[in-house]
């Protein structure tokens, strides 16, 4: 059943591990970061918004502390949050998507939380939860991140699981009398993998720019916490001064965006492929 | 609306009365549903608000303030009836107009009545470009399928859909405002408090346009090539009509429906963007207003703003629907 969406020529395989590899590469360094700062990130080494040059060598910040460390620093919290808030999404999803098209009843209470959820700006609600609940902190952001993704990454797991639940050897075993788990965790989700992957890809581009864009908004990481979406807004003032303090994260925060979604499009199974991409 | 729906039909001569009164009927249901969903959509919110832990007179305290002064505000505010109470308060004020109070004892409707037409404006503005520039990539990169031209308009689309728009403003500022002072990089009001002039606008709508640009131009793409292998199509190129002729008269027509639905999806997008475009150039929209409920953790400004929002993505939604019966029963 899967053999023809694992089995891939080596050439397209090749291909593939191409565009996925910038995504992993800048992931990776993100995650290290805060091992390769030269200095300290909470320390002024420069004059405020200092230009580029000797110690520093994208300048200072507003306090005069070192933009590289804060850069390389500064991508750690929005990697991790957004990982697992992709991690959570897409297993919900996979459960939920997997029961739907099992259970119709199910799938359609699914559709309609969706169709509510339309209504709702993700920008808006993430500042809804965060506001709501002053002291939530990143588990606040995460919340709403998962509330806000799961309906239509169930929607997404249901519509590829809908064909795998017709067909004739899952129907058997529903006759056969399994429950309901042993079919979701057996008979249909074993056939997604490819799907599932996709989508945690889509999850992780989507969480990316929630959480940046809470962190923006400062009701993500608070100073003097060195974030990217927060350097760019703690600095858009110093901006004809030192243009490297918003431009090295904002940079940043793009090729993270862009790889990891040019990576997601990639892994996003040919015969899945909808005239309404999914995210 | 159901006046748009039976013009279309009196456009068909075998349209009976029969067929008139079914559309009407089916159009009232969309509307009907379009507005239970929002009702509960409100009702999320109400109970997002309620449930999570702090309130509106917990948010605004300052420091040293005793518990019988935090009692006599949420008095004040009238935090301490019952929630049902205030439920139904909060339902049936949302149609006459009333937004609630914020946590600084204003009226949440007179704290947006003059910054919401201009975040409006803004999105308005960028929806139009988004559907404009999206149309004509896609039917672009459309016309020689799979060629160079195709493939980098669809790489690009892809991989700027997913740009945080701060991270689009920010480069905009540094090129057009900074760098060739060609645009205003901060946005002057006039006394009635909207922008100045149009120039104002043009940084603040490319930030919010260009990665919706990117995701309509890929579904604008798809939708092509989902119709191009329609069997009519295939004749009509037989037949040697005019590639333009059977891309204005065939194929976007029958696109039309996917190229709506992603448009109607868009807009959310666009007025939740526009509150972060609008901090960074200082836009007079609500932006400016969600600013200083974050500083000040005040729930009851953002369910206000969350409640106006609904109601005009309901709007859109609703337009998306017509524009849907109206394509299909033209092809019926």
Known sequence: ?279 | MAGSLTTTAQHEPAAGAGRLTHAALSAAGVVVRRILLLAVLLAVVFAAVELLPGDAANATSERGESAADLAERRHLLGLDRPVLERFWDWMTGLPTGDLGTSARGESVADLLSRPFPNTLLLGGLALLLTLVASVALGCWAAAKPGGPLDRAVSASATGILALPEFVVAVALVLVFALWTDWLPAVTLTDADGSPASWEMLVLPVLALAIPQIGWNTRIVRAALADEAKAPHIETAVLDGLPRGRILTHHLLPGALPTITAGLATSTGMLLGGAVVVETIFNYPGIGSVLAGAVADRDSPVIAGVVAVTGVVITGVLLLADLVRAWASGGRA
Do not use: C
Request: glycine share 8%.
């Open chain 1, 1 to 279: 059943m899967t053999d023809t969406t694992v089995t891939v020529a080596a050439p397209a395989r090749h291909r593939l591990a191409l565009r996925v590899l910038p995504a992993l590469l800048l992931t990776a360094l993100a995650l290290a970061g805060p091992w390769l700062a030269p200095h300290a990130i909470d320390a002024p080494v420069t004059a405020p918004y200092a230009e580029p040059g000797g110690e520093a060598p994208f300048g200072g910040d507003q306090l005069g502390r070192d933009v590289l460390s804060r850069v390389l620093a500064g991508g750690r919290e929005l990697v991790v949050t957004s990982l697992l808030v992709a991690v959570l999404v897409t297993a919900a999803a996979a459960v939920l998507g997997a029961v739907s098209a099992l259970r119709p009843a199910v799938g359609r209470i699914v559709e309609r939380a969706a169709d509510v959820l339309m209504l709702l700006p993700a920008v808006l609600g993430i500042l809804l939860i965060t506001l709501s609940w002053p002291d939530g902190g990143r588990l606040a952001v995460v919340t709403a991140s998962f509330f806000l993704g799961v309906p239509y990454a169930v929607r997404l797991v249901a519509g590829a699981a809908a064909p795998v639940a017709a067909s004739g050897y899952v129907e058997a075993a529903a006759i056969g009398g399994e429950r309901l788990w042993y079919l979701v965790v057996r008979e249909v989700l074993p056939n997604l993998r490819a799907t599932l992957l996709a989508l945690f890809g889509l999850r992780f581009v989507a969480a990316v720019y929630l959480v940046a864009t809470a962190g923006f908004l400062q009701v993500g990481p608070q100073p003097p916490a060195a974030d990217w979406a927060l350097m760019i807004r703690e600095n858009s003032g110093g901006i004809l001064l030192n243009p490297w303090a918003v431009l090295a994260p904002s940079i940043a925060i793009g090729l993270l965006a862009m790889s990891v979604n040019l990576a997601a499009a990639a892994l996003v199974p040919m015969t899945g492929r909808k005239a309404v991409p999914a995210l």
